[in-house]
Structure formats: structure tokens, C-alpha cells
């Protein structure tokens, strides 16, 4: 299973502060939802999804994490 960053009009993830990746495999994987929801919040990246891929082709699960869903203490509102 992999945590990743998600554009959600490109589809592409970050793979580093300052590149974006189309494939999934050269996406950071963040390892916790916690890590990648700090990772936006830091840079300022609202409106992603934080998807997780699952290995097998199972579909992936992903939340839109928009800029009123990250609230002060380190959060998300669901």
C-alpha cells in the first residue's frame, strides 16, 4: 500500500516539493495519511487527494483534502 498526493485534474502525484509524477510507482510514498496531510498543510497544497493505492489492482481509495478540510490543530475534518 502506498499514501500519495493526487492533483485531481492532472492525476499526477508528487514525487518532490517541485516535480510532479504520472506514475505512481515514482510518487513519494508519504507511509501514513498523517505524514502526507502535513506535507500539504507545509506547502501549501490544498484541493489534492491523499489516495491510497493498494497493491493487486485493487481500486484506490482517495479524499480530497481541500483548504477548509485542514483546521489548526493538525486535523482533518471530515
Do not use: C
Request: glycine share 2%; charged share 20%.
Amino acid at each position: 500500500m502506498k499514501i500519495l498526493l493526487q492533483h485531481p485534474r492532472s492525476l499526477q502525484y508528487v514525487q518532490t516539493i517541485d516535480t510532479w509524477t504520472k506514475s505512481a510507482t515514482e510518487a513519494h510514498d508519504f507511509f501514513h495519511t498523517q505524514k502526507a496531510i502535513d506535507f500539504a498543510r507545509e506547502y501549501n497544497l490544498s484541493d489534492v487527494y491523499v489516495t491510497v493505492k493498494f497493491p493487486g489492482g485493487d481500486p484506490d481509495v482517495s479524499v480530497l483534502l481541500s483548504a477548509q478540510s485542514l483546521t489548526q490543530d493538525n486535523r482533518i475534518r471530515l
